[in-house]
């Protein structure tokens, strides 16, 4: 058994922008409100292995895990997964970008199993993710649409 959730959102900013930001690993914290700390451990052309620290949950328990990530900047798609599966039997994740409507869509897949210990099971960690994942999508939205004004107000010379 499996699940797998799927949720996008449009960036009202340049293709290099968004790709850019999103693919900073070391900007994480900055771009997403739930990591405390990001490490990468290890890069071999665009791949990278690294430590994600998320923020304390409402228990204070701290998650950490070991992800691996290839980054395709010619066809602007992420394959990733959880080296360190944490509550996950396996966790799979696919990113893609493609310009739309003058901006760009950011389309996140997520497919997983949760172990069958959990007190949780596959649908309730999906409602949790996609959940999550607009929360996160939004918050990446502002900052990198943020950004695009910014570089156009440099690039213009006009005054805000």
Known sequence: MSARTECSVR?????????????????WTE???????????????????FRLTMHPDENGKVW????????????????AHRVETGPFAFMRLFWDYREADGGVE???VQEFHVKDEMPFDDQAMAAHLEENSAVQMAHIK???????????????GEKR
């Open 11 to 27: 960036i009202d900013a340049p293709m290099d922008l968004v790709w850019n930001m999103t693919n900073d690993l070391e900007s």
């Open 106 to 108: 950011m389309r996140w």
């Open 64 to 79: 950490s895990w070991v992800s691996v990530r290839t980054a395709d900047p010619a066809t602007r798609t992420v394959r």
């Open 142 to 156: 502002e900052r990198v649409e943020a950004a695009a004004r910014r570089t156009t107000t440099a690039q213009t």
């Open 31 to 49: 771009l997403f409100t739930e990591y405390a700390k990001v490490e990468v451990l290890e890069r071999d052309g665009d791949t990278v292995r």
